[in-house]
């Protein structure tokens, strides 16, 4: 996989020699591939040509649930009793470890201070910090650093999507890097991002805007990373720092500084970011959020 080359050729050498520790933390931003390249690594470990082996279990959050439970954890031990398969290794995933609740964070714990020699824990984190530090301390940690440029847009044509150097930086920095996020997501990222700035300028929100944003199932991810990207930008341009810009984004701009002060630009930042937090946990009107913030910016009273 790309980005993970060093990665991979270290834990083959340190598995060859016997000396791969028997736990180990993957961590790193959400959407890297960091399930995925520990999948196809223990496959490979495992000499599988398959998709799946009787030796590999895959340990994950169960669709609706926001943790995984303890039972799931326990599932280990009896996983590392059965007779082996075809080796004499097993391997265990934990994607991710960062929604393990505390009763199954301390049964994952007991594992760990009591590790089997044949047994080997990939666990994945995108948020190190929320992985208890008893865990941490008894797994080797190996940080997946950000994407270069070429690397992000290499994963991108590889999932043929092509986009000029403009486009590309600004949808990387839309999806802080990740491909995966990329891959899923970019046609409504970059189509409402071009709407949106597009509706500045015009000093009206487009018909089209409206119709993706009343859309039941429009994804309000979309906006909050548009809204924050747009923002950032702004406040980059402000400041002269050099931008490659797309098309339109200078007129916005332009249109936004004239008709606001930064000390006013700065505020409307701080206040939308608390509101991102109050829309998600206290399930506020999104769509009058959206045309708010587009009056904010735009009403020439503010001039």
Do not use: W
Not at 42 to 66: A, M, R, T, V, Y
Not at 176 to 197: C, G, K, T, W
């Amino acid at each position: 996989m790309i980005g993970y080359e060093n990665i991979k050729s270290k834990i083959l050498s340190d598995f060859a020699k016997n000396k791969m520790h028997h736990a180990t933390i993957l961590y790193g931003k959400k959407g890297m591939g960091k399930a995925t390249f520990s999948k196809l690594l223990c496959l490979e470990l495992l000499n599988s040509k398959n998709n799946f082996h009787p030796d590999l279990l895959l340990i994950e959050k169960e669709e609706q649930k926001k943790e995984i439970g303890v039972d799931k954890i326990r599932a280990i031990s009896d996983f590392s009793n059965q007779t082996h398969a075809q080796n004499d290794k097993k391997f265990i995933i934990i994607d991710s470890a960062c929604e393990l609740n505390k009763s199954s964070a301390n049964s994952l714990l007991k594992i760990l201070e009591e590790p089997k020699n044949s047994n080997y824990l990939i666990l994945i984190a995108h948020n190190f910090n929320k992985i208890i530090p008893t865990i941490r301390s008894r797994c080797s940690l190996i940080k997946i650093d950000d994407f270069s440029k070429e690397q992000f847009n290499q994963i991108l044509q590889n999932n043929n999507i092509t986009l000029n150097e403009e486009v590309l930086i600004l949808l990387s920095e839309m999806c802080e890097n990740s491909p995966a996020l990329a891959i899923s997501m970019h046609q409504d990222l970059l189509r409402v991002y071009q709407l949106f700035i597009r509706s500045i300028i015009n000093k009206k929100i487009s018909d089209e805007l409206i119709k993706k944003i009343s859309d039941k199932n429009f994804a309000f991810i979309v906006f909050e990373r548009v809204l924050s990207t747009f923002f950032n930008r702004l406040i980059k341009n402000l400041n002269r720092i050099n931008l490659n810009l797309i098309n339109e984004e200078q007129e916005s701009f332009h249109f936004v500084s004239n008709n606001l002060q930064i000390n006013n630009i700065l505020e409307l930042v701080q206040k939308t970011m608390i509101s991102f937090n109050q829309i998600n946990s206290l399930y506020l009107d999104k769509k009058l959020f959206i045309i708010n913030i587009f009056n904010s910016l735009c009403h020439e009273k503010n001039i």
